[in-house]
């Protein structure tokens, strides 16, 4: 069989970002285990949020922990650095509704999905983003939202 016969190779996107979500998500269950352990949460969440960056070829990352109905920045690197401080759950971003949704939500262009904050967007030059909520152990409740953009 000649490769002119041999079927095309296509890759699913699709797919691939999912496994992708799957081993930050197992990664960052991992991290939350050696945090009980260790004790240092802060310089745990800033090896998750450089590691993921690295991982995902991302541009920036950024660590929110839900605090009072709210999406409290924690830990950032890169072009994102502390560009969303705080971002309250009823806001229009994309770790508010990755924490609403309970799973996590992709934006392939800022500058057409609804569910972004432009002005950050514009300020940072971020154009496509991911948002993965997390929890830590057995808890049901979502403990925060790692986000990453490019």
């Known amino acids: 069989m000649s490769s002119k016969d041999e079927p095309a190779k296509m890759i699913d996107h699709e797919v691939v970002a999912h496994v992708h979500r799957d081993r930050l998500l197992e990664t960052i269950k991992s991290i939350g285990k050696v945090v009980a352990v260790s004790g240092s949460l802060q310089s745990i969440m800033d090896v998750v949020a450089e590691e993921c960056a690295r991982l995902t070829h991302a541009d920036g990352a950024t660590i929110f922990m839900v605090e009072n109905n709210r999406l409290s920045a924690k830990a950032a690197i890169g072009i ?13 971003s994309l770790p508010s509704h990755a924490v609403r949704l309970r799973h996590s939500v992709r934006c392939a262009d800022s500058e057409t999905d609804d569910r972004t904050l432009r002005r950050v967007s514009s ?3 971020t154009r496509s983003s991911v948002s993965a909520p997390f929890s830590f152990g057995d808890q049901q409740e979502i403990a925060g939202v790692l986000h990453v953009a490019s």
Do not use: A, K, Q
Request: charged share 20%; glycine share 12%.
């Open 80 to 92: 994102l650095g502390f560009s969303m401080l705080e971002v309250p759950m009823e806001n229009n």
């Open 123 to 125: 300020r940072t030059g």
